[in-house]
């Protein structure tokens, strides 16, 4: 089971005057070029913090870029751990630095993917 956070990791951020980043729904190309490629035999799903209210967008955005997901998850703000646990995860990709730390720790079998915003930052 392969496991893709949503914003900011299959989604690409913008970052306004201040400097301070915002979720967007613009497609980051090379997450989702990855995604494709992982293989037609391979189950993978996106694990979001979101909440289970705000998949809508997170579904549009499936149907509209044809991505080969079986399933999306909410975690209403709670660690993905649990949920990539119960998944049996074995590759996880997210941009959240602590949501990595929480991973690594707390499920060792399943390698991280950390994503780095598009000025080379991490978050």
């Known amino acids: 089971m392969i496991t893709f956070d949503f914003d900011s990791t299959l989604t690409k951020p913008s970052q306004d005057e201040d400097g301070i980043w915002w979720d967007t729904l613009n497609p980051n190309q090379e997450m989702i070029w990855r995604l494709r490629n992982l293989g037609e035999d391979r189950s993978i799903r996106i694990v979001t913090s979101r909440n289970q209210s705000q998949l809508e967008d997170v579904c549009k955005f499936v149907t509209k ?19 990539l646990k119960e998944l049996g995860s074995t590759l996880h990709f997210d941009d959240d630095s602590v949501e990595i730390r929480d991973i690594k720790r707390d499920l060792p079998s399943c390698k991280c993917v950390h994503i780095a915003m598009p000025d080379g930052t991490f978050f």
């Open 65 to 83: 870029h044809q991505l080969p997901v079986s399933g999306i998850h909410a975690t209403n703000g709670e660690p993905k751990v649990a949920i």
